[in-house]
C-alpha cells in the first residue's frame, strides 16, 4: 500500500492514535519519496526504510513514472490530520503548469480538493508541449481579477514560470521547497502564488 501523508512538520503534530493509524507499528521497512527536502522523514521509515529524494536525481527524476505508476493507480490519501492552527476556512486556488508539470498540476489539484479547496484549473490539460508563460499570465490574471485568492504554477524549473509571472504586477511569487520558506513568504511578504518545480 502508498499513501501520501501530509508535510512532516503536521504529521509530527498528530496524536499518538492517528500515527499508528497511517503508519503501523507493525510495518517496520517504509519507504518515504519525498519531492523536495528529506529532513525529518527518517525518524518515520525506520532503521530498515529508505528515504528517496526526488530533488537528488536533477533532470532525470523519474517522476513522471511516478506519478503515473502511483498517484493514478495505487496511492491513497491518508486519514486527513487536525492542523495545529485550526484549519482555516476553505481557499480558491488557481493552478496552472505547462506539459513538464502537467502531471504534478494534477495530483497537486487531487490533494487540494481532498482537503476542501476549490481549485480553478487554467492548464495546460494535456502532456503536448506548451509555453510556461501562457500559464504564468492565466494564472497571474485570474488571481488579480480575484478568481482565486492564490495561485500556484508549475514548470520543470520553476525558474521560468517565476520571471514571467513576477512581471505580472500586483504578483508576488516565489519557489518554496519546504512549509518554512512558504510561510514566511505569506505571512512576510504577502506572497500570492506559489511556484514547484520537478526538481
Given amino acids: 500500500m502508498s499513501l501520501v501523508l501530509p508535510c512532516v512538520e503536521l504529521f509530527d503534530e498528530q496524536d499518538a492514535a492517528y500515527k499508528e493509524s497511517v503508519l503501523p507499528s507493525s510495518v517496520t521497512a517504509r519507504v518515504s519519496v519525498e519531492m523536495a527536502s528529506t529532513f525529518g522523514w527518517e525518524r518515520y521509515t525506520g532503521l530498515k526504510g529508505k528515504i528517496i529524494g ?18 493514478s493507480t495505487s496511492m491513497q490519501w491518508c486519514p486527513r490530520p487536525n492542523p495545529s492552527w485550526e484549519s482555516e476556512s476553505s481557499m480558491k486556488i488557481v493552478i496552472g503548469a505547462d506539459h513538464a508539470g502537467f502531471q504534478l498540476k494534477n495530483a497537486v489539484g487531487d490533494l487540494l480538493r481532498s482537503l476542501g479547496h476549490t481549485v480553478v484549473d487554467v492548464g495546460a490539460f494535456n502532456e503536448n508541449p506548451s509555453d510556461y508563460p501562457d500559464f504564468a499570465l492565466l494564472v497571474g490574471n485570474s488571481v488579480l481579477e480575484g478568481k482565486g485568492e492564490r495561485g500556484i504554477l508549475i514548470c520543470g524549473s520553476g525558474v521560468g514560470v517565476s520571471v514571467a509571472a513576477n512581471k505580472i504586477k500586483g504578483i508576488r511569487a516565489a519557489v518554496c521547497h519546504d512549509t518554512y520558506s512558504a510561510h514566511q513568504g505569506v505571512e512576510h511578504d504577502d506572497m500570492n502564488v506559489l511556484f514547484l518545480d520537478l526538481g
Fill in 54 to 71: 526526488m530533488r537528488s536525481f536533477g533532470a532525470s527524476a523519474p517522476l513522471k513514472d511516478l506519478l503515473k505508476n502511483s498517484v
